[in-house]
């Protein structure tokens, strides 16, 4: 089984940064690609953007030049550094991750418990 905890949530200005944290514990030998999805009321949790094990990444169109996934092997960690944020950006961003290593479109059966991201004035 794997445990992922998301940190670094909060509210940030219109056109601020923010940085979103995920440590993966537990049977990490079995992690293979993680992302973040994000979820408002109403809507579908949707993908935001996915890393493989090797750093192969993918992004939502609506994200692409702005956020950068990473993530540190070593440390079991992924992170999602959010530039130029937006108020539609304003969502939970949940971590997710999944065994196998490959770039995905769907997520994997690991979740985090979410984390606020409010972008407003």
């Known amino acids: 089984q794997v445990q992922l905890a998301e940190s670094g949530g909060g509210l940030v200005q219109p056109g601020g940064s923010l940085r979103l944290s995920c440590a993966a514990s537990?049977?990490?030998?079995?992690?293979?690609?993680m992302g973040w999805y994000r979820q408002v009321p109403g809507k579908q949790r949707e993908l935001v953007a996915g890393?493989?094990?090797?750093?192969?990444?993918n992004y939502a169109d609506s994200v692409k030049g702005r956020f950068t996934i990473s993530r540190d092997n070593a440390k079991n960690t992924v992170y999602l550094q959010m530039n130029m944020l937006k108020a539609e950006d304003t969502a939970v961003y949940y971590c997710?991750?999944?065994?196998?290593?490959?770039?995905?479109?769907?997520?994997?059966?690991?979740w985090g418990q979410g984390t606020q991201v409010t972008v407003s004035s």
């Open positions: 537990g049977s990490i030998f079995s992690i293979g690609t």
């Open positions: 997710n991750g999944r065994r196998e290593s490959a770039i995905y479109y769907s997520p994997g059966p690991y």
């Open positions: 890393i493989t094990t090797g750093g192969r990444t």
